[in-house]
Nanobody
Framework: QVQLVESGGGLVQAGGSLRLSCAAS????????MGWFRQAPGKEREFVGGVGRSEGNTYYPDSVKGRFTISRDNAKNTVYLQMNSLKPEDTAVYYC?????????????????WGQGTQVTVSS
């Protein structure tokens, strides 16, 4: 079992940057693919980045490609989401998640474990 704790959220002006971190408990972190999702009020949870068991394979939707970068440090049991050129529409609660499988990482149903989320607010 994996427990996930996000940090790094906050208030930032449009055009600014934030780096989110997700610390995982347990000794099997490297066996999980990891993802970041976000959910704004009244909207469905949205995929914003995924990474395979190593850093070699990363995945992004078009809405954040070129602005967001997901990375992981298996020695530190941590996954990161670097967010640049932030826009007001990026405002949401951001969640990290862990998946035992390595396929269909764009889909929330592929993930077995979720963190509690961290709020990101981008002001215009």
């Amino acid at each position: 079992q994996v427990q996930l704790v996000e940090s790094g959220g906050g208030l930032v002006q449009a055009g600014g940057s934030l780096r989110l971190s997700c610390a995982a408990s347990g000794r099997s972190f490297s066996t999980y693919a990891m993802g970041w999702f976000r959910q704004a009020p009244g909207k469905e949870r949205e995929f914003v980045g995924g990474v395979g068991r190593s850093e070699g394979n990363t995945y992004y939707p078009d809405s954040v490609k070129g602005r967001f970068t997901i990375s992981r440090d298996n020695a530190k049991n941590t996954v990161y989401l670097q967010m640049n050129s932030l826009k007001p529409e990026d405002t949401a609660v951001y969640y990290c998640a862990a998946a035992k499988g390595i396929s269909r990482l764009y889909y929330a149903t592929s993930y077995e474990y979720w963190g509690q989320g961290t709020q990101v607010t981008v002001s215009s």
